[in-house]
């Protein structure tokens, strides 16, 4: 059973307005969970990440929030560019065990 | 360049034909890693490896096997593929220190008909 997911799996947003990603989680022991994103025909690259006694971190347009109560975890661009269109994957991690969630597909739109 | 290369991009094969997917670092990461992509199922780990001669399973193992002879490579056999296997695989790799972003190869794209 996936322990991480990603229940939406499309976002349509317009240029400039706020993208918002949502994860949801069921392991307790999680201890750091990662944002990557991913364009067709490349691997996975890392966006951002949290810790655990953390509940937001944030890197230019990217925001991430963790709320350990709901085990839930967002993502928020502001403001969405063209180039942000891509799969967006969550994981937790636990040990080196990276779990991840099913991918949300975002598409900006101009 | 700092990258993770896997070899080969596409590959077609027949149903019990064993084959290796190769992986090579350059940046001198202890740890590596095995993911395959499915629809709905997202990334999956099969294998892991913390440093040289040090492997473990990941939550899909089976079917597949790993070696860690040499710090830059870790291959992916499998040594009788079986339709089910067919997916998109990634291989990655980082720093060991507790929670070190990966870095991701582009990926294998696996038939087995």
């Known amino acids: 059973d996936q322990q991480v997911k990603q229940n939406s799996p499309s976002l349509s947003v317009q240029e400039g307005r706020i993208s918002i990603l949502n994860c949801d989680y069921t392991n307790s022991m999680f201890d750091y969970f990662l944002w990557y994103k991913k364009y067709p025909a490349e691997g996975p690259t890392f966006l951002i990440s949290?810790?655990?006694?953390?509940d937001k971190n944030e890197d230019g347009r990217f925001t991430v929030f963790l709320n350990k109560s709901a085990k839930h975890l967002s993502l928020h661009i502001v403001p969405s560019q063209p180039g942000d269109s891509a799969v967006y994957f969550c994981?937790?991690?636990?040990?080196?065990?990276?779990?991840f969630g099913a991918g949300t597909t975002v598409t900006v739109r101009a | 360049e700092a990258q993770v290369t896997q070899n080969p991009r596409y590959l077609i094969t027949v149903t019990g034909k064993k084959l290796t997917v190769t992986c090579s670092q350059n940046?001198?990461?202890?740890?590596m890693s095995w993911y395959r992509q499915d629809p709905g199922l997202g990334l999956r780990q099969i294998y892991y490896?913390?440093?040289?001669?040090?492997?473990d399973k990941g939550d899909v193992p089976e079917g597949y096997k790993v070696s860690r002879k040499e710090k830059r490579n870790f291959p992916l056999i499998l040594e009788s593929p079986s339709p089910n296997q067919t997916s998109l695989y990634f291989c990655a790799s980082s720093l060991p220190a507790g929670h070190s972003p990966l870095h991701f190869g582009n990926g294998t794209r696996l038939t087995v008909t």
């Open positions: 490896s913390m440093n040289v001669e040090v492997t």
């Open positions: 994981a937790a991690s636990l040990d080196y065990k990276l779990s």
């Open positions: 949290i810790s655990s006694i953390k």
């Open positions: 940046m001198n990461h202890e740890y």
